[in-house]
Structures are given as C-alpha cells and as structure tokens.
C-alpha cells in the first residue's frame, strides 16, 4: 500500500532535521516525541520512519526501536557560501523539477521514460521520485506509472496563491476556536533564532524555504480548524518548486524572521487582532518583494531554455 501524503510529509520533514545535523548519526527516535512535535499521532510518525528505513537513513533495531544510521557525507549539508545562480540547473532532481515546471514532460509517465530522458540507473530514479513525493509534487499511479500533480507554474499562480494567503492565515488568527499552544510558539521560536544566528547563511534554498512554510503551517494549526491548515500545505506544496528557482535573498531572510518573531510575541501577549493584521501586513509584503522575482524568473527562463 502507498505511504499516505501525512507520512510522506513527516518523513521529509525528519531527514530535514538529519541533512541539516539536528539529529546525529546513532540519535533515538522516539515516537511520542515527534508525534508531539508535529502535531500527529504516532501512527503517521512510524510510517514515516519506515519509509526513511527503506531509504537507509534510519535504522530499526528490534525492540528498541529507530535509529540515525551514519549519515553520508553527501548527504550532509554544509554552509553556503555562494548562492547558486538562479537559473542554474545543478542536478538531475533539479532537471526534472524544471522540466515539470517548464512543461516538457507530461503529467503522467512511466519510471522507463524518465531513465531514459535523464540517463539514471533504477536507484537513482527511486531517490529522485521519492524526494518529489516527500515535497508533494509527485505520486505513484495506481498500478503503473507516476503523476506529477500541479503546482505553481506561472507569476500570475504564485501570485494567486499570495493573495489567498492574505485571506486565510489572517482570518485563521480570528477564529473562535483559536488557541495558543505554548509548544508550537516554543518550537518555532527556537527555529527562528536559531536562523538569525547561524542558518540563514548555513542552509541551502530548499531547507530556508521549508523553514518559513512550517512556520505558517505551525501557526495555522491553533485556528483548531483544519480547512484551514489543508488549505495552506497544499497552496505551500504547489509555490514551492517556483520558489527553489529564484534566487533567495538571504539578507532579506534576517528580516523575515524578525517578523516572525514579532508575530509570535504578540499571540504570547495575547494580542490577537495586532498578531492578525501583522500576519497580513507580512504576507503583504512578502507578495510585493517576490512577485517581480518569479516574473523575472518565468521571463528569463523561456528565454533562455527551448523547450525539447
């Protein structure tokens, strides 16, 4: 049976935290605890550890439980110290990314047609569909064959999905059945300091990306209503490559995160309506910065790269 999209997601979201050195090689994983940390059930936790057992990042010891195996230099990410250019095409997932992005493959296809196109060996193409899946822009066909699912293709797309943003996460503060949780505003605090101190300029695009989306997320969940938290994983999910390929601005990240942090003092001080308007003021403006971005990107591209 396929992994369900909540384990798929948990599952990214734990070799984040093992790529990024926040869990070690040799590290316990237990249960409960993750399952508290993202806000689910433990059973969606154990899939998602079985499947990073099949991809050889954990390690199941018989009545002890998971475990971090060693980890691979490769996969280890180091600091950054030069941005890649933005339209730079640096690997094979980031070829078939673009590819999708750019329409010159269809939606369905089969694991023949891809190793073919991208000259890959059987396992090479298993890793770059599962990471796919993981960040929610591909699935397993009934059956036979893989679907890429739609996503955010255009300026105008990215655009919509900003401004949907403006509606729902301010409007999901207001709720009545709005509550704080002391554990999420503790966690994401943390991520964001510890962002400011090190990471802006330590983690690559992917992983400053997924930072800022888990904060929204994390946020929108104490709206305890979970149309709303769908809603924003899903619009995430289709931004998200659009994203990988314009340059970030880390500077502009020290910024961003102070705005975060503003944000989680006032739900702390029990400012609701200011921590509202403050989300969309950020959301705002975060719509101003990047929209010229993803034009400049989706310009610049069918320019430069014809289509196969």
């Known amino acids: 049976m396929p992994a369900s999209p909540l384990a798929r997601n948990i599952a990214s979201q734990i070799s984040l935290l ?3 050195g926040e869990l070690s090689s040799g590290d316990h994983l237990r249960t409960q605890h993750l399952a508290d940390k993202f806000g689910v059930s ?3 936790v154990r899939e ?7 991809e050889g990042l954990l390690e199941q010891k018989e009545n002890r439980g998971f475990f971090v195996k060693d980890v691979p230099e490769s996969r280890i990410i180091e600091p950054i110290n030069d941005e890649p250019k933005p339209f730079e095409v640096e690997n094979d997932y980031q070829r078939l990314a673009e590819d999708w992005l750019m329409d010159r493959i269809p939606a369905e296809v089969t694991e023949g047609m891809l190793r073919e196109r991208y000259d890959l060996t059987k396992a090479q193409l298993s890793d770059m569909l599962m990471r796919a899946v993981r960040e929610g822009w591909a699935e397993r066909k ?4 893989w679907r890429f699912l739609p996503v955010a293709k255009t300026p105008e797309a990215f655009e919509q999905i900003y401004r949907f943003r403006m509606l729902i996460e301010p409007a999901a503060i207001l709720e009545p059945s709005f509550k704080l949780d002391r554990r999420i505003i503790q966690e994401q605090r943390r991520l964001q300091q510890r962002m400011l101190e090190t990471d802006i300029m330590r983690l690559p695009a992917e992983r400053l990306v997924h930072n800022g989306s888990i904060f929204h997320e994390e946020l929108i969940k104490m709206s305890n209503n979970p149309f709303f938290h769908l809603s924003l994983v899903r619009v995430n999910q289709m931004r998200r490559l659009l994203e990988y390929r314009s340059r970030v601005d880390r500077n502009r990240l020290f910024t961003q995160c102070e705005e975060h942090l503003a944000i989680l003092d006032l739900l702390e001080r029990g400012e609701i309506l200011e921590a509202s308007y403050a989300m969309r003021k950020h959301l705002s403006g975060a719509l101003a910065r990047k929209s010229p971005i993803a034009r400049s990107w989706s310009q610049h591209a069918h320019e430069k790269i014809p289509a196969s």
């Open 42 to 44: 433990r059973s969606p």
């Open 48 to 54: 998602a550890m079985q499947i990073l057992v099949e």
């Open 142 to 145: 009934q059956g036979y064959g």
């Open 18 to 20: 093992v790529t990024t």
